[in-house]
């Protein structure tokens, strides 16, 4: 028992130094904080109708801004980078600055939350415009209660920045799931009493967990609590370094702001679609895109002298995480209505929901592998030291996003899917605009080869039209509505459809149809990848061989590299 008990403990005590075991980290976690938020929303789904949803959703748009700009701006990437170079010279004067850093933010925190949430009913009605004003001080009630959740955060996450310095993952990479698990338990025991003030309790007891989690093992390490104000050189540094992430996240927190401001004038639960469907078309893009940019960054940076190096590791990490990621959309457009029913489907959350953020689901879809491969491509960047050329392309991506979707919303009237629309166009500029500025500035004249890109688009269409009549086929509420073509045919009158369909108004029958729809389309894809000759297709078949057939590989020892977080609350 007590060999056990200090495994476990070595386990998340002990550095990652690896970059395979830090990459395997990063990716089990990042699934695993995406799963448990995606059983919060179905939590509060089970309790709050949409249009209350909304509300509770619109509450986090101010919080979320000071959080995001003045504290994670600074932390997510520059007090990495500085506390590291520090710590290497002066372990006391690492821990010096860290404190410093905890009691500015703190301050600077303190003093727009305060601002924030004594006008926060006049800035909702600015920002959400379409709400009643009952509704908007209901929101202004929960922002404010939020605030105190945030402020927890300022301090967690300079936490997480300590561990991740000294490559301690795991510990940070757990402390998402006691948020999300916090709202889950907050929702569950004072919902009937408290009703929307629940899951904010449940923020704040997140937010707290988020916190407590990680503060042992900071403190194991070093870290103290300090009455000290006065900024450093390293201080001073941090500021520097942090001025045009906290610009970009600004534009990002402007988007944010506009997708609120929208959605309220569209109708009163279709921020509620809009949170949903974008939280469930994060889960590829971490799972695929965020893990596999992150582990490649350390090998990516030790190659920047490099260029042909650099060009080949960059290429076929950005081929693989298309290859891996384009069949998913293509499920998440054709399998949208039954993916959001066993998500999110409750005796409240009805099928006019589940039929519009199918919807808005479908349009974020298009915008996955754009989003995936502005990861990777972002990455390369920093690997080559260049921060400002990411920067200036989010911040366009972020104004067609906003101007499309103002466009779509006012100009047009389409409904909460016109958003998401518009913020996959935005993703889409990113990406292709990184990938030109990259083939330029690594192969001259000639753009990067897009040959496999166009191999893996062409196999996933024929995947996805074959999913999508498989599932029109066998789903028994097609037949009955008469909405399929299929009843049309001459060959299809004399069928009895009911020996054969599937009556998907039962779960069990909907995760079966699901998951052999989805079988379908991947066994499809590969086929067709093979016959075409893929080589990320065979570069995974390699792998999978090796890995089955070679003996354990001894433990690397190359440094692994902390990089910036990708968002805040997962």
Do not use: C
Not at 36 to 54: I, K, N, P, T
Not at 211 to 226: E, K, S, T, V
Not at 349 to 367: E, H, K, N, R
Not at 501 to 516: C, E, K, P, W
């Amino acid at each position: 028992m007590r060999k056990i008990l200090n495994k476990s403990r070595d386990l998340f005590i002990s550095p990652q130094n690896s970059i395979l075991s830090a990459a395997s980290v990063i990716m089990v976690m990042i699934v695993a904080a995406r799963i448990f938020g995606l059983v919060r929303l179905r939590v509060l789904a089970h309790f709050f109708v949409d249009e209350d949803l909304s509300l509770f959703f619109a509450a986090f748009r101010l919080p979320d801004l000071i959080f995001e700009v003045l504290t994670l701006g600074a932390l997510s990437s520059a007090f990495i980078p500085v506390f590291t170079k520090i710590y290497k010279k002066d372990e006391a004067e690492a821990w010096d600055t860290a404190a410093r850093v905890v009691n500015l933010g703190l301050i600077v925190f303190a003093v727009f939350a305060l601002l924030f949430g004594l006008f926060a009913h006049n800035l909702y009605a600015l920002i959400a415009p379409g709400y009643s004003i009952e509704q908007r001080e209901q929101i202004a009630y929960l922002a404010r209660v939020l605030f105190a959740a945030q402020g927890f955060f300022v301090v967690s996450y300079a936490l997480t920045g300590v561990l991740e310095s000294l490559r301690r993952f795991l510990i940070p990479a757990f402390a998402p799931l006691f948020y999300n698990l916090g709202i889950i338990i907050g929702t569950y025991l004072f919902a009937d009493q408290f009703g929307l003030l629940a899951p904010a309790l449940g923020v704040i007891i997140g937010a707290l967990a988020h916190f407590l989690i990680q503060l042992p093992f900071a403190y194991r390490l070093g870290f103290r609590f300090a009455l000290v104000l006065r900024p450093t050189s390293g201080i001073k540094k941090i500021g520097k370094l942090a001025l045009p992430r906290i610009i970009e996240l600004s534009f990002l927190q402007l988007t944010k702001i506009s997708e609120l401001f929208l959605s309220s004038l569209i109708s009163t639960a279709a921020y509620t679609y809009y949170n949903f469907a974008y939280s469930a078309q994060a889960l590829p893009v971490g799972l695929f895109g965020l893990s596999m940019a992150k582990a490649a960054l350390p090998t990516l940076t030790a190659q920047s002298d490099d260029p042909k190096k650099f060009k080949k590791t960059l290429l076929s990490t950005l081929y693989q995480v298309i290859f891996l990621i384009i069949p998913v959309t293509t499920m998440l457009i054709v399998l949208r209505i039954p993916v959001v029913r066993l998500l999110f489907g409750t005796d409240i959350f009805d099928w006019p929901a589940t039929v519009q953020t199918g919807l808005v689901l479908s349009a974020f879809a298009i915008g996955v592998p754009f989003q995936a491969a502005t990861l990777v491509l972002t990455r390369a960047f920093y690997a080559l030291h260049d921060t400002s050329t990411p920067v200036k392309v989010s911040l366009t991506g972020g104004a067609i996003s906003i101007l499309t979707s103002f466009t779509l919303i006012l100009g047009l009237h389409y409904p909460t899917w016109g958003l998401a629309l518009g913020y996959a166009l935005g993703t889409t500029f990113q990406a292709i605009s990184l990938f030109f500025l990259l083939s330029k500035r690594l192969n001259g004249k000639t753009l990067f080869a897009v040959g496999p890109i166009l191999k893996n688009l062409f196999a996933s269409i024929v995947a996805g039209l074959s999913m999508f009549l498989f599932l029109k086929f066998f789903d028994r509420s097609v037949w009955v509505k008469r909405l399929s073509f299929l009843s049309n045919l001459e060959a299809t009158k004399n069928l009895n459809f009911e020996n054969f369909v599937l009556d998907t108004r039962y779960t069990g029958n909907l995760i079966i149809l699901t998951a052999m729809t989805a079988f379908l389309g991947l066994v499809i894809y590969v086929i067709i990848s093979f016959l075409m000759g893929s080589e990320e297709l065979f570069a995974f078949i390699r792998l999978i061989k090796r890995r089955r057939l070679s003996p354990p590989p001894a433990k690397e020892q190359e440094t692994v590299i902390p990089t910036p977080s990708d968002g805040t609350q997962v």
